[in-house]
Each structure stands twice: as structure tokens, then as C-alpha cells.
């Protein structure tokens, strides 16, 4: 019988919304041709975590726990994953878009020998080939990819997908692996992270995020407070990013994070294509800027015309209104 | 028809308009605002060698030809007339007279710091009662010794206020008015050299446009440039190449506000659709595009002549006396596009409105070049 | 030190570009060098700024795509190898890697940089298939780099999803760099008429001894079938006026029209 394969993608040995997403797709594909959906997931502790997927359809799941996976260095990863690959012989294998599968997706596909294709947004099996619709030329165009490559991996865009109701009826077999580390020439010296109480991007529901017209930190201390305001995580504009006032990973756009939240309030961002590719495909869009021929406002499906320093606080004001 | 460019030519192109966009475009509303020259970008100029384009390398310069110099002045005045006519004033009119008529020890001594953009220089010809006359000019200079003391009052000079060099033509011989001027290469920074800036032009506001007066200036005999009372030849000849120079910034001014119009049509919206939908607006635009495209191409052609070392006189004259027109209709129609919008300040083509309005002006009106190309249709 | 830096000669994303009936209309588009590579050739030219090192530029692609190769020696690289065959044509990343191994298989490097992705794919597999064919290691999505010649290694500062990584990888490796890393220099006029002396080598499919069969759409595991246009997404509401009046107004449609709150 045939097999798909779901890498799981985990922070701190906790599953991601995005593979859910993946794993729910998985199923639904392999209903369709009579596959079975197993799923592979390496992190220094994922045997309790992993029996969440069986009631979104995963059937086994094969778990490589190594000190290892604490901090990320591509041969681990490759050689865990490629040993998996091995032995269960998938003839799809997918896993979610995010910096860490763009990092070892390109050296586990030149050692497995499967066909690599990145950051697929819709997924089909039909006979002996794989049919993928993905962005490309800066998301401004779409492309239908086939193969009929004997093992194709995917790696999927965020949002792509929606999560199925959870069955918590249906079990599986959480198998551990044991793991040799491969010899590995890089060193993991630092990680600069950010840490943070507030709700990742990767997860929100709502996002707020902030653009040139924020100018300042006093001015994104306000896109915080309404941010708050909504249990929303917070993203921003290259723009921002470059002038110091916020980090790197709350970049969204062509080279930063694909969102998909349910709403998207962008604040004083102009609405370039290179962050627009990054959040077009959220459910809802509201845009606040003060200039009326903004392109973002041929996105958005609610626009506010006017300073945002004199919208925002009123719409903190009637956010926490409504939640009282 | 556009010509069709080589590959060093749209290297060329391709790096004026990546600088243009980088360095220029951003500063370009707030120069005509505080009317303050752009020191800050001169080095920046001088290390992509845009001081010198046409000058050889033993001398500096980028030892390039004329077709690629007006691609740079092109992509430059697109963004901001200021920065172009900086440009053109310091190849055109300061490095080109000092190439054709300086002897050896002057290219050493004063074309190469222009040409690298070390120093930077102006042409001292126009004086409150001559202009087109320039013949009748009163700047004096006299001999005593081995120098001339030179006197006298300039005004109008674009780049005044910040040139350490200047290329100045004096009545050496006032009965013989234009038989009788001679120029010289003045130090700026010497003793009796007094400038005054021009403030409140209409455009090109942060060109450094002032008067100098020279008083009892002691030029040596070794800066004289050419021959004594031979100095309207070299005035004439230079102010042939500057008008190529100043054709391209016309074009560019103009392609600037012609794409600003065309981006302004697809956007604003009146009666339910964007006015570039509307045939009154469309005809506006292709008018714009002949206009330009013509002009262009009447520059290049200069330029290849100039370049062939063919002359070019009548050429150079017909470039910019239509690129000049070409400036005022365009971004006179660009301002209509926009409606009210192209009466305020936010939005550029105001600025491109006024910046236009001197190239019909300076460096020989549209009207002299008109006594230049009749003459050469009359003999 | 040797460095190379893989290129791509890339459709200009910024401009306007026409699908019609699946097919791309590549023939009216400009080209230019991919900025990621751009960004690739800028951080070697900043290390042979401090270090003694020699920046070679290899490319893929057909006759025009020496233009890219001229804009890097333009901006101040050594040499470039031009690898042009029309067997190549219709190549995925995978054929592009398999190339690209050929090539550096009996060469000497330090390390090999190239963008994280091309602007026009955005697949970004080429780099890391490479580094893995050539049994070196590989570090992607850099935004600093910087080289310790004594040492023979690089110290990487990479993006990764928690944040800021800094890792440090032997020579020979490769790194794929992020077009956050920098802002790849204009060439100069000197730069670019100095470019025309530096030597360009090409070599075709029987020069890297390749079979037809290993390249192009035979060398290819994929293939694009169709190009469209994304769902086009319609402009909505647009509210204008009081402040307090079009917020009251946002927050009615949120609730109860978008129920999003």
C-alpha cells in the first residue's frame, strides 16, 4: 500500500497549526487513492506530543528524540528524516513551509533522491503523478507542477489548507527510533531569539501588524497595545525591520512569513507586493493608512482612510468595549 | 523606434537608473524645498564617475562617449532636475572646454580633480546686461606682468555657491566685443572672488545658482584657456556640447512626469473608472510619449555626430530646442492629469512643472537655437 | 581565497509581466541578475575587501544570460564561467544541481555562495542539493557573513524560525544568502567598462561531460505545465471621514458582517 509521509514541524516539542494542516490534507489525499498516512517527527522529546496526531489522521507516527534537535544543524535533521524515508518508502512526503523545512528539504531530497518541490499551495494525487499548484515570481503568479518521480517531497505554504475536526476516537503507534548522529562539520554557536508572551505569527488567529507609517517605537508601542487589545500577534514590514524598531521574525511578506490569519489589520503599511505576498491570502483584511491611493486598499477588504494615531486608539478603545 | 542600445550602454543606463533611484529620487523634493546643494552626493557622483563621463582616464575622467553621457543624464534628471544639472554643468561646461582648449599642464593641473568629481566647476559667461549678447560683456581683464587682474560681476551661474574651479570669459578687448574676450580658469576660493547666492528660483532650486563678483581677481597667464581675444569660439563650442547635456535633463524631466501621469491614470478613479479609461487623458499621454521619444532620439543623433567628431552644432541646437519644448509641454499636460493633485507640492509633477520651465532658457535660448538652425538652412 | 558565486540571469519581478493560455511570455520581459544573487556577489566583494580573495561567477543559462555575468564582474568580480548549452533548457533545480556538481567536481574552492532562491521560481533547492551532491556542508538564508581566513571557516548569521542564528561552518562549504544580508553595490562606470576585460569562459554540455539525458527536461524530475494568475483579490470598502465614526462603522462590519470579532 502506499504511503504519505507528514514531517512534523515543532517549536519547543510542540506540534505547529501548520502541520495539522498538512496532516489534514495527507489524510483527505490518501482516503482518495487507499494510502496510509504516517508521520516522522525529531525533537529532544516528542513521544507524548506525537499521539495528537492520530485524531487528525495520522495512523503511525515515528519519533527521533536526540539532544540533538535542540538546536537546528541540517545533517541531523537530513539523516533523521532520511532514515525514516528509508524504511517506510513513502511515495509522498509533505511537510509545512517554514525556515527550517526550506533549510534541510533541499539536502534530504538530494539524498533520498526523491523529487523536491517547494512551497505547494494545493496537492493532488492522480495515478502515477503529483500535481501541485505553487506561487512563484514573487507570488505574483501561480505554476501547476507534475511528476511522476517514484518519491516527491512537498513542502507546503502555510494556510493552504484548513485543519479537520479533530477525531479524538481514532489511535495509532507512536514508534521511537533509535538515532545515530551523523558526523556534523557546523557549529551552532547562538541563538539570538525573541522571546515573547504574546501569540506567535505562525499561530494567530488575528494579526496586527505595522508598517512605514508607524514611524516610530512610540508609535509601534500602539500597534502593541491594540495587538493586545485583540490577543493578536504582531507582524510588520521590512521597512520596520531595516529601521531597528522591531525583529526580523515578525517580518511578513516574500521574504519573511506567509500568514493566514483569520484577520489581518495592516497599520501605515503601503501594501508593496513584496509584503502583500506574505498576507493576501488572510480571510480578512483591513487596512489603515492615511493615503487614499495606498495599493493596499485594492486588497483590503475593509479600508480606513485617515491617521492612524487617531484610529488606532479609538478602535483599542472599542475593542476592549466589546470584549468586556 | 527606439535605439537600440549595446551592452556597456545598458550597463550603463541600468547603473544611472539604480543610482538615480537610490541616491537621488529620495532627496529630490526636499532639495527644491530647502533650495540647499546637495553636497552630500557629490562624492557619491564622483566614485560612480558621472564628473567626468566623456573625459579620457588619463585625466579622470570615465573615458566614456557622449551617447552614454546623456543615458546618465537621462536616468538623472527622471528623479530630480537639481541633480542633473549639477551633473551637466561640471562635464559640459566646466571639463569639455578645458579637454578641446587646455593645454597639457591645465588637464593635469585642473581637468583631472573635475573630471573625478575632487573638484567641482562652473561656467562663468552671463552678466546682468548680457545674456544672449554675450558679446557685450564688462567682466575686464587686464594684463600686468605675467598675470591679468580680472573685474567684474557674473550672475546666473549654476553651481557658484559650492565650485572650487570656474571657467570665466572676460572682455579683453571691449571695442571688438565678441572678437575680443578671452577665458580663463579662476581659482574660486582665491582672494577677490566674492559669490552671492540666487535664491527663490522658480526651479532647480538647489543648483547653487549665484552671482560672483571678481575684484581685482589675479588670475597667472598660465590659466588663460586658448588664445587671447580667441575666447567666444571657446564659449560657443562648449555651450554646443552643454546643450546635448541639457536636451537629456529635458527628456528626463519630461519621461518623469509623463510615467507619473500614466501611474496616476491607472489609479485615480472619477465616474466609476481610472481616468486613463478616458480618450481626453489617453491623448494626452501618447502626445507625451512622441514628444519624448522624438526628443530622444534628436539627442542621440547629436551625440553620435559629436562622437564621430562630425559637426554637431546644428544638431545639439535642434535636440534642445525641441527636448526644451518638449519639457514645458509635457509637464505642463502632466499637471492636467493629475488635476488639483498636480497643483501641490506632494505630488511631483509639480516640482517637474517648474524644473522644466529653464531648459527652453539656459545654455542658449530656444530662440537663439532657432538663429543657429536657420542659419545653417539659410547658409 | 577562492570563492565562486552561482548566478542566475532572472525575469524582472518588479515589472509587469502577461500569462496567456498557460504560458508565460517571457520573450518582451527584462532580465536582470536574481538579487539574491546580487546580494551573493556583494557579500564576496565585501570579504575581498578585507581579504585576499579571488570572486568567480558561475551561470547557467543561455547566450543573454552573460549579462548578468557582466553586471557581477561589473560590480567588481574576478572571472566568470558562462555554462550555456541548449540541452540545458527546460532544466529544474534538480538538473540545475546536477550541472552545477559537474562543474565544481574537479575545482578548487573555499566556499561557494549563491542567492537562497532565484526571484522567478522561488524554489530555492539548487544551493543545498549541491552542497549535499558534493558532500560539503551547507548553511542557508544568511544575512551576515563573515570569514576567518587562519581558521578556514565562516561564522553564518542565519534566520531561522525562532529568530537570529549565528553558525559556523568549515571550508569548502556553501551558503545561500538572503537578499536581507545587503545592498549589492551599482557599478561604477569604471566598473562596468573594466568588466569587458575580465575573462568569461564558456563551456557547454560536452565540456562539464555531461549526457543529454542528465539535463534539461530528461535531467528533470518536475516540470511546470501551466503558469496562471492568482486569485485576484476584489478591493473592498473603503471608509473615509471622522475618525470615531468610520471606527464605529469598522468594528459593526468585523462583528457582525465578517464575524471575525
Redesign the interface.
Known amino acids: 500500500m502506499s504511503k504519505i509521509l507528514v514531517l512534523v514541524d515543532q517549536?519547543n516539542n510542540q506540534i505547529k497549526k501548520s502541520t495539522f494542516e498538512v496532516l489534514s490534507e495527507a489524510r483527505k489525499i490518501a482516503d482518495l487513492v487507499g494510502a496510509v498516512v504516517e508521520c516522522a517527527a525529531v525533537g529532544t522529546d516528542m513521544s507524548q506530543e506525537a499521539s495528537k496526531l492520530f485524531s487528525y489522521g495520522a495512523e503511525k507516527v515515528h519519533v527521533v528524540n536526540h539532544s540533538l534537535f535542540a538546536?537546528?544543524?541540517?545533517?541531523a535533521w537530513?539523516q533523521a528524516y532520511q532514515e525514516v524515508v528509508k524504511e517506510v518508502q513513502p511515495r509522498l512526503v509533505m511537510t509545512p513551509t517554514?525556515?527550517?523545512s526550506?533549510?534541510?528539504?533541499?539536502?534530504l531530497?538530494?539524498?533520498t533522491g526523491a523529487?523536491?518541490?517547494?512551497?505547494c499551495c494545493s496537492v493532488k494525487w492522480n495515478g502515477d503523478k503529483i500535481?501541485v499548484d505553487r506561487?512563484?515570481?514573487?507570488?505574483?503568479?501561480?505554476?501547476?507542477?507534475?511528476?511522476a518521480?517514484p518519491q516527491?517531497l512537498l513542502t507546503i505554504r502555510a494556510g493552504s489548507f484548513d485543519v479537520t475536526q479533530p477525531d479524538p476516537s481514532k489511535s495509532g503507534k507512536v514508534v521511537e527510533r533509535e538515532f545515530s548522529p551523523p558526523s556534523?562539520?557546523?557549529?551552532?554557536?547562538?541563538?539570538?531569539?525573541?522571546s515573547s508572551d504574546r501569540v506567535s505569527l505562525d499561530d494567530a488567529t488575528?494579526v496586527v501588524s505595522a508598517g512605514r507609517g508607524v514611524k516610530d517605537a512610540e508609535g509601534f508601542a500602539l500597534i502593541e497595545e491594540l495587538a493586545d487589545s485583540?490577543g493578536a500577534a504582531i507582524g510588520s514590514t521590512?521597512a520596520l525591520?531595516e529601521s531597528g524598531i522591531c525583529?526580523?521574525?515578525l517580518q511578513v511578506g516574500q521574504?519573511g512569513k506567509v500568514v493566514t490569519p483569520?484577520?489581518y489589520i495592516a497599520c501605515g503599511i503601503s501594501g508593496a507586493v513584496q509584503h502583500t505576498a506574505g498576507m493576501?491570502n488572510s480571510?480578512?483584511?483591513?487596512a489603515i493608512n492615511k493615503d487614499?491611493?495606498a495599493p493596499i486598499?485594492?486588497?483590503?477588504?475593509?479600508?480606513?482612510?485617515?491617521?492612524l494615531f487617531?484610529?488606532v486608539p479609538?478602535?483599542i478603545n472599542?475593542?476592549k468595549e466589546?470584549k468586556s | 523606434m527606439r535605439i537600440e542600445l549595446n551592452e556597456d550602454q545598458k550597463l550603463i543606463q541600468e547603473s544611472a537608473a539604480d543610482f538615480a533611484i537610490k541616491h537621488v529620487k529620495p532627496i529630490a523634493a526636499e532639495l527644491d524645498e530647502t533650495q540647499e546643494f546637495p553636497v552630500a552626493l557629490l562624492p557619491k557622483l564622483a566614485e560612480m564617475g558621472f564628473m567626468g563621463i566623456a573625459v579620457p582616464e588619463e585625466y579622470g575622467g570615465a573615458g566614456l562617449d557622449y551617447v552614454s553621457y546623456v543615458l546618465v543624464m537621462e536616468e538623472l534628471a527622471r528623479y530630480c532636475g537639481t541633480t542633473s544639472v549639477i551633473v551637466s554643468v561640471n562635464n559640459s561646461l566646466a571639463c569639455e572646454p578645458i579637454l578641446t582648449y587646455g593645454t597639457e599642464e591645465q588637464k593635469q593641473e585642473f581637468l583631472t580633480p573635475l573630471a573625478s568629481g575632487e573638484k567641482l566647476g562652473c561656467f562663468a559667461l552671463t552678466e546682468p546686461n548680457s545674456g544672449s549678447d554675450c558679446g557685450s560683456m564688462k567682466t575686464y581683464a587686464k594684463r600686468e606682468g605675467e598675470d591679468w587682474i580680472l573685474n567684474g560681476a557674473k550672475i546666473f551661474i549654476t553651481c557658484a555657491t559650492n565650485a572650487q574651479t570656474a571657467i570665466v570669459f572676460t572682455s579683453t578687448n571691449p571695442s571688438q566685443g565678441n572678437r575680443g574676450i578671452t577665458a580663463f580658469i579662476v581659482d574660486m576660493d582665491q582672494p577677490g572672488v566674492s559669490v552671492k547666492t540666487m535664491h527663490g528660483k522658480m526651479g532647480i532650486r538647489a543648483s547653487g545658482l549665484a552671482e560672483i563678483v571678481f575684484e581685482d581677481v589675479k588670475v597667472p597667464d598660465s590659466n588663460r584657456l586658448g588664445e587671447v581675444d580667441k575666447g567666444f569660439k571657446i564659449a560657443m563650442t562648449t555651450l554646443n556640447a552643454g546643450r546635448i547635456g541639457i536636451a537629456a535633463q529635458a527628456v528626463g524631466i519630461s519621461r518623469g512626469a509623463m510615467e507619473e501621469s500614466i501611474q496616476y491614470s491607472s489609479e485615480r478613479q472619477q465616474f466609476g473608472k481610472p481616468i486613463g479609461k478616458f480618450q481626453a487623458i489617453q491623448f494626452f499621454l501618447a502626445d507625451m510619449a512622441v514628444r519624448i521619444d522624438a526628443s530622444r532620439l534628436l539627442t542621440l543623433k547629436a551625440c553620435t555626430l559629436k562622437d564621430k567628431g562630425e559637426n554637431y552644432n546644428n544638431l545639439s541646437a535642434m535636440a534642445k530646442l525641441l527636448a526644451g519644448e518638449t519639457a514645458t509641454w509635457v509637464t505642463n499636460k502632466a499637471v492636467q492629469v493629475h488635476g488639483g493633485y498636480g497643483y501641490i507640492k506632494e505630488y511631483n509633477v509639480e516640482r517637474y512643472f517648474r524644473d522644466a520651465r529653464i531648459t527652453e532658457i539656459y545654455e542658449g535660448t530656444s530662440e537663439i537655437q532657432k538663429v543657429v538652425i536657420s542659419r545653417e538652412l539659410l547658409g | 581565497m577562492k570563492i565562486y558565486v552561482c548566478c542566475k540571469h532572472v525575469p524582472d519581478v518588479a515589472m509587469p509581466f502577461q500569462i496567456k493560455e498557460g504560458r508565460l511570455l517571457s520573450e518582451d520581459l527584462n532580465y536582470v541578475l536574481n538579487a539574491y544573487d546580487a546580494s551573493s556577489v556583494e557579500a564576496a566583494l565585501v570579504l575581498k575587501e578585507t581579504h585576499e580573495a579571488e570572486v568567480s561567477l558561475v551561470l547557467i543559462g543561455p547566450d543573454k544570460g552573460k549579462e548578468a555575468l557582466r553586471k557581477g564582474l561589473a560590480m567588481g568580480a574576478d572571472n566568470a564561467y558562462h555554462i550555456c548549452d541548449a540541452a540545458f533548457e527546460g532544466s529544474d533545480s534538480h538538473a540545475y544541481a546536477q550541472i552545477l556538481f559537474q562543474f565544481f567536481s574537479d575545482r578548487e574552492y573555499d566556499f561557494i555562495l549563491c542567492g537562497k532562491q532565484s526571484q522567478d521560481m522561488d524554489m530555492g533547492l539548487t544551493g543545498g542539493m549541491l552542497a549535499q551532491k558534493l558532500s560539503i556542508p551547507y548553511v542557508t538564508n544568511a544575512v551576515g557573513l563573515e570569514v576567518d581566513s587562519e581558521a578556514k571557516s565562516l561564522t553564518v548569521k542565519r534566520q531561522g524560525d525562532l529568530g537570529a542564528e549565528m553558525v559556523q561552518t568549515p571550508f569548502p562549504s556553501i551558503v545561500t544568502c538572503s537578499n536581507d544580508m545587503n545592498d549589492p553595490r551599482i557599478p561604477s562606470l569604471k566598473g562596468i567598462m573594466t568588466s569587458k576585460k575580465k575573462p568569461m569562459e564558456v563551456i557547454d554540455l560536452a565540456g562539464l561531460g555531461l549526457e543529454e539525458s542528465q539535463v534539461g527536461s530528461s535531467g528533470s524530475s518536475s516540470a511546470i505545465v501551466s503558469w496562471s494568475l492568482p486569485p485576484e483579490r476584489q478591493a473592498g470598502l473603503k471608509l473615509e471621514g471622522d475618525p470615531e465614526e468610520i471606527v464605529t462603522q469598522l468594528m459593526e462590519k468585523l462583528t457582525t458582517e465578517a464575524k471575525v470579532l
Open positions: 517549536k538546536n537546528y544543524l541540517n545533517p537530513i517554514c525556515e527550517t526550506k533549510d534541510f528539504v533541499p539536502g531530497v538530494s539524498a523529487c523536491g518541490i517547494m512551497d500535481i506561487p512563484l515570481m514573487a507570488a505574483k503568479a501561480r505554476s501547476t507542477v507534475e511528476s518521480h516527491v556534523i562539520l557546523q557549529v551552532f554557536k547562538e541563538l539570538l531569539a525573541v488575528v485583540l521590512r525591520v525583529e526580523a521574525t521574504t483569520d484577520l493576501s480571510k480578512v483584511i483591513v487614499a491611493e486598499f485594492q486588497l483590503s477588504d475593509y479600508g480606513l482612510v485617515g491617521d487617531k484610529i479609538l478602535l472599542a475593542v466589546l
